[in-house]
């Protein structure tokens, strides 16, 4: 996911101050995301789950995308779509329900692991973190196309 974020940097990085802090917050949410998963090169130097602490602020990190993808990339992506011909405005439109649906794992990761968070939750995190960076990979894969047509056909 690191790379394929770091190939939409060089592709669209510089084209628009929006979009451009929208790949910062990705990558953010990416290293953090990492990090309490132990992937290299976060590994973690004992064998231990993350500290809950750290586990809450990447939920505030993932919500902080997701809300910002919806509420303020989308509707000015679809916006500049819909202004610049039909075949822009269908793909845009097919392409955000897609994106929304990955919003549900993502939402349902936070709700489970920022309310009262026990043992028993906790050993669910691997599980719930593969699951929930399938999605994530999804949703970038998605993003991204709604930013290749904005950039290749509206720049």
Known sequence: MLRQLEKAEQKWGGSNTLIDHWLNNRRKLLVN?????????Y????KSLPAITAIKE???LL???VSEGHFEVYDRVV???EKHGISSQTLAQNL??????TTDSALDFNDKYTEFVDDKVLFQLDKDL???????????????Q????????HS
């Open 79 to 81: 916006t500049a779509c």
């Open 96 to 101: 955000v329900p897609r994106i929304s649906e």
């Open 43 to 46: 590994e973690p130097t004992e």
């Open 33 to 41: 995301y990492c990090q309490i998963a132990g992937i290299p090169p």
């Open 58 to 60: 990447f939920c505030d």
């Open 130 to 144: 593969s699951s929930l960076g399938h999605a994530m990979e999804t949703r970038f894969e998605l993003e991204d």
């Open 63 to 65: 919500m902080d995308y």
């Open 146 to 153: 709604l930013l290749e047509v904005l950039h290749t056909k």
